[in-house]
């Protein structure tokens, strides 16, 4: 299940970077690249918060 | 008869209770790190760099990189004043609080409580609790100009000191409240989301950035960033209302943004974990994250924006994604702000760790209501790390150099005293001597903490030749 979770939050940040870059390069049109990054938000946040919630760092 | 034997003099019965019992419950509050951390408990530096890039990656770059565009800074000010800024910063943590922090492996608290005496830490801590009151308004006012967006709301513009629309002060209202609960239910939970955030925080900045580039005239492979960077973003003249800012501005700031955790010497609190001093180096990821990429992104972002309002200005740039960013990060950076305000409150008042947090969110919410708390932020970051550094200065001067002169060194603790009339004297002269300096000869405030800090070394040491000297004779 962890590397589920991993996966998900590495699409999710692929995901909210790439269309910025597309968009930049004129491939991409401006709503479609904030719809898109909305997306790529959700799965990150979905899959780093079992992969990274409960990880012990210095406090 | 000396100050501070005035000063006892004048204690009565009921003063020294009281006294007792605030050094009692700052005790027990910082119970669980009064010994130096053991060999078994040191962390690898993979730890510091998560740490410092999570910490300096938050809700305040999303303002600074924005009013350093306001403030009128050039390309070559930006990038090249940010990096001599920001090397000045990670120094100050690899050769000043590093190798003290490993050395004597012990939290700021008590290496303060036992050069200063309870007394002072008491105050100190007081202090220290409203200047995070302040910088958590400042976050709670950045997420409510997100939050804002739908309800159509009035957002403050670069010039608004005060209140400006009833519906600001409802919003920041609203976004104070839930912060404030949310602090008091789940504070640990909290601080993990805050981790969890911080790696997709950093790329929402540099997302964002790239998404404007359009916006100003940028076009794929016409090589001309440069020029629009400096006829559009960084054009060298301050906005209306803004003072100007130079290369000096700029180095100052980079360096000295975060001086309470440097000079100041609050990070003694985490470095004391690290096997080695070199990992204070590990500030760079923060710094250059954080304090370069993620400035120099949301400059960008302000210059392709038609509003002041940060989580308009991400909104704008990247639609919903950008909201949330903004809220995320001043939502995340007043959670654990509200937590240390809290702890520092709980030994002043007594009361239960929720009800100081509901007074910490209560200052907290009333400070956010004044958007100059985001829009002069920069000065109150010079202001907050000035406030702290004179005390930094105290620390460095009790480990090196006081042994050196024959003198002795954790003096409060060594002579059974509540407050070191020595260190008392160098934080409040400094501290009159900085407004007086700011308020008279109109000396800004990111160039007053570096001097400050050097004068308070020699003037701690200076104050403790004579407090030594006296109190050795009275007690003789």
């Keep these: 299940m962890k590397y589920i979770y991993r996966l998900m939050a590495i699409a999710g940040l692929t995901i909210t970077l790439v269309p910025p870059i597309l968009y930049y390069a004129g491939s991409m049109g401006e709503e479609r690249m904030k719809l898109i990054m909305f997306l790529g938000t959700l799965l990150w946040f979905s899959g780093a918060i079992p992969w990274l919630g409960k990880k012990k760092t210095i406090s | ?476």
Aim: charged residues 10%; positive net charge.
């Design chain 2, 1 to 476: 008869m000396q100050p501070h034997l005035i000063l006892v003099a004048h204690f009565d019965y009921q003063t020294m209770t009281t006294q007792s019992s605030i050094s009692k419950r700052l005790d027990s509050l910082y119970e669980f790190d009064r010994e130096p951390v053991t060999k078994n408990k040191l962390q690898g530096i993979g730890n510091f760099l998560g740490m410092y890039a999570g910490e300096h990656v938050a809700g305040t770059e999303f303002v600074i990189g924005m009013l350093f565009v306001a403030h009128g800074v050039s390309v070559r000010d930006m990038f090249l004043g940010g990096v001599i800024g920001n090397i000045l910063a990670i120094c100050s943590w690899a050769f000043l609080t590093a190798p003290i922090a490993v050395k004597v492996r012990l939290s700021l608290y008590w290496q303060l409580k036992k050069i200063c005496g309870s007394m002072l830490v008491f105050i100190y801590n007081i202090v220290n609790a409203l200047m995070f009151c302040f910088l958590a308004g400042a976050m709670v006012a950045v997420a409510a100009t997100a939050v804002g967006i739908p309800f159509g709301i009035q957002m403050p513009a670069l010039h608004d000191l005060l209140p400006n629309s009833i519906g600001w002060v409802l919003t920041v209202l609203g976004v104070g409240a839930v912060i404030t609960v949310m602090a008091i239910l789940g504070f640990d939970a909290l601080a993990r989301f805050a981790k969890v955030a911080a790696p997709w925080m950093f790329l929402i900045f540099v997302a964002a950035a790239i998404a404007v580039l359009p916006k100003l005239g940028v076009a794929p492979g016409s090589g001309n960033f440069w020029e629009v960077a400096r006829e559009s973003i960084w054009t060298g003249v301050a906005k209306e209302g803004q003072s100007q800012f130079s290369i000096w501005h700029v180095i100052f700031f980079s360096w000295l943004a975060n001086a309470a955790m440097h000079l100041g010497m609050s990070d003694l609190t985490i470095l004391r974990y690290a096997r080695k001093w070199q990992y204070g180096f590990s500030s760079a990821v923060g710094m250059f994250l954080g304090h370069y990429v993620a400035w120099i992104a949301s400059g960008i972002l302000y210059a392709a924006a038609h509003s002041d309002a940060p989580g308009v200005v991400a909104y704008e740039a990247i639609g919903l994604a950008g909201a949330i960013c903004v809220v995320i990060a001043g939502w995340t950076t007043a959670n654990p702000t509200l937590y240390r305000a809290g702890m520092a409150l709980q030994v002043a008042t007594g009361w239960s760790r929720w009800k100081v947090t509901l007074l910490a969110g209560a200052i907290t919410t009333t400070a956010a209501m004044f958007p100059a708390l985001v829009m002069k932020l920069l000065d109150f970051v010079a202001l907050y790390g000035l406030v702290l550094i004179p005390m930094g200065a105290v620390i460095l001067a009790d480990y090196y150099f006081i042994p050196r002169m024959g003198l002795q060194s954790y003096y409060a603790e060594k002579k059974k005293i509540d407050f070191n009339m020595a260190a008392a004297g160098t934080w409040f002269l400094m501290l009159a001597l900085a407004l007086f300096m700011n308020f008279y000869f109109k000396i800004e405030l990111y160039f007053l903490p570096a001097p400050v800090w050097i004068i308070s070394l020699g003037l701690y040491l200076l104050f403790s030749k004579l407090y030594q000297k006296e109190t050795k004779s009275q007690t003789a």
